[in-house]
């Protein structure tokens, strides 16, 4: 009597097959980067209060528990699209926005503040070489640096290639401002001459130890950022402590950032 055919293994489910291993978790991914939901994430945290930018480097240097939390975030998905990201910033951006309101994202004392940044500095870094970028870095550094310190600023911190720093007067954080954007552009290393720009806004940042967070900071940040290489750009309550008859001013119109006030008038400032 013939015995009975040994039975038939089945084959394993491929890893992305529903069975599979790797089959929700598959799903999953695939549903968090789905186009259409992803672009509906985006537009609603433009529609949300605070910062839609929250999440860029700008927006999260800080120390506060929101910048740590987003950075850790952003950080997590930095590589591919994610609604659980944009989600994710969407709750931080919210609750950063009603601390603010509250009151603790302002302090007492009010400082102007200034931060500087190169332009185009990371697409010429790529072919420089690391001792021509880090010449460079530090002739940028000493120049912007003195141009602080010898007007009684404070440089709370250095930002690759710029710095945030602080002062109690606005008008010398103007002087300061053009002062370093002069200064760097008669540096040169190999063959690069750096331009850099400017921007100054007066608030009252909350103080953390060495470092300033809030609001204030986050605009004079935008500030600087719309700045063109070797511009000096200075917000409306910070121009409105400069002498007129130091500097000319140059409304920006039509300037938009997110995160900063929509009725925020800003200044080209050059001396007079």
Not at 97 to 123: C, K, M, N, P
Not at 129 to 139: H, M, N, T, W, Y
Not at 143 to 160: M, N, P, Y
Not at 176 to 185: D, K, N
Request: aromatic share 4%; with cysteine; hydrophobic share 40%.
């Amino acid at each position: 009597m013939a015995s009975d055919p040994e039975p038939r293994a089945e084959p394993a489910p491929e890893p992305d097959e529903p069975g599979g291993p790797a089959g929700l978790p598959g799903r999953i991914r695939r549903a968090d980067e789905q186009p259409r939901l992803l672009r509906a994430a985006k537009i609603a945290r433009r529609m949300l209060p605070g910062d839609p930018e929250l999440g860029d480097a700008l927006s999260i240097a800080g120390d506060q528990p929101s910048h740590l939390i987003a950075r850790r975030v952003a950080e997590s998905a930095a590589e591919r699209p994610s609604v659980t990201r944009e989600l994710g910033l969407g709750a931080l951006q919210v609750w950063q926005s009603l601390s603010e309101a509250q009151g603790r994202g302002r302090g007492d004392a009010e400082v102007a503040i200034l931060f500087t940044d190169l332009v185009d500095f990371s697409s010429w870094a790529l072919d420089a070489g690391d001792e021509a970028v880090l010449e460079l870095l530090r002739e940028v550094g000493r120049a912007s640096e003195s141009a602080v310190v010898t007007r009684r600023g404070r440089v709370v911190k250095r930002l690759g290639d710029g710095l945030m720093a602080v002062f109690t007067d606005s008008a010398a954080a103007v002087e300061a401002a053009v002062e370093a954007c002069r200064e760097v552009g008669a540096v040169e290393v190999a063959g690069c001459v750096p331009e850099l720009r400017a921007g100054v806004h007066v608030g009252r940042p909350r103080r953390l130890g060495g470092d300033y967070l809030g609001v204030d900071v986050n605009i004079a940040a935008r500030v600087a950022g719309a700045a063109s290489g070797g511009e000096v750009l200075v917000s409306g309550p910070a121009c409105a402590h400069v002498d007129p008859a130091a500097y000319s001013f140059k409304r920006r119109r039509r300037f938009r950032a997110k995160g900063t006030p929509k009725d925020l008038e800003v200044f080209a400032v050059e001396p007079a």
